[in-house]
């Protein structure tokens, strides 16, 4: 029984509207080689935004530092980020909202086996023993609706 998609934040509508205004629409051609160009192209995008982190970087080693200049420059980076991810997510129809609660509830079962977080030497948050993966209910999530 296909599972109804729940209905759109105002970020996904937004979204939507944006994608529309600027000809970003779903993947007509699904071939593997339009796909596999399409993530070619969208690595490169990505790729340019993280980039600017060298910005960010340059402003922390300029002799004075203005914190809400970099705080400004961080939100509007990661923002970026953000909506350009969840452009892609609407070319392929994915459903942005619905996605990311199963991976922040993946993300929640992190935690050790003492209950306390487990990150590594940069501050990642690794994986506890009660961890689970979130591609499997992705999969089904796509699959009851029939994307």
Known sequence: MKQP???????????AIFNEMYGLTQLQDQSKTVIRERFVNYKKILLDEVNEYDDLIAMLDASRVD????????????????????????????????????IMQSNL?????????????????????GYWKPEPKIKELIQ????
């Open 67 to 102: 914190r809400a200049e970099v705080l400004t420059a961080l939100a509007d980076l990661m923002g970026d980020i953000m909506v350009y991810c969840a452009s892609e997510m609407r070319r392929f129809n994915l459903p942005t909202q619905q996605v990311l609660d199963i």
């Open 144 to 147: 009851q609706l029939e994307i």
């Open 5 to 15: 998609v729940a209905p759109m934040t105002k970020f996904e509508l937004d979204i």
């Open 109 to 129: 079962s992190k935690l050790g086996a003492d209950g306390l977080p487990i990150k590594n030497e940069f501050g990642k948050v690794m994986k506890g023993p």
